[in-house]
């Protein structure tokens, strides 16, 4: 996979469709768990004050290093491609969230050394929060045994999720469709 590809999502994609699986999210308690944060913290999304946006996605892509069960089969599953052009639209649109007082949060199963990779080279200006245990009651699928939340966005006020927005195509209106959310 070339770096561009990372950025571009083929025209062909599957679309994802509601499954239930984010139903019950709502009116719902996160648990509280310490996740590592990019910056060298831990965060408790169910301790944090006020409005926080909570982006999930699988997992990002690393520049020469093909996607899991190969790039074809990747593009092949149901929203599974577009984390790094999400991230990319939600780094762009991070100064609306901060006019709204929301904190902003990416969040995978993605090892805390790959997010950090991901948020150096992608240039974040949100922390990324790793989970590799799926310990969170999200919706998930699996790829050669690596579980993998699927893309969805929570709402999160005072450690309860508001809304979910489930499932979230494409991936680069995930930033929008939270912001109309909130607004």
Known sequence: MSADDLYTLPDDLPVPEDDGAADDLPRSRLPDVALPATDGTEVRLSDLPGRSVVFAYPRTGKPGEPSLGGDEAWDAIP????????????????????????????????????????????????RLLSDPDATLALPTFEVE????????????????VERAIYPVFPPAEAAEKALAALT
């Open 79 to 126: 929203g599974a491609r577009g984390c790094t052009p999400q991230a990319c639209a939600i780094r762009d649109t991070h100064s609306r969230f901060e006019a709204l007082g929301v904190h902003v949060f990416g969040l995978s199963t993605q090892s805390p050394e790959d997010q950090r990779e991901a948020a150096e080279r992608l240039h974040l200006p949100y």
């Open 145 to 160: 045994g690596a579980k993998l939340y699927k893309r969805l966005t929570l709402i999160v006020r005072d450690g309860i």
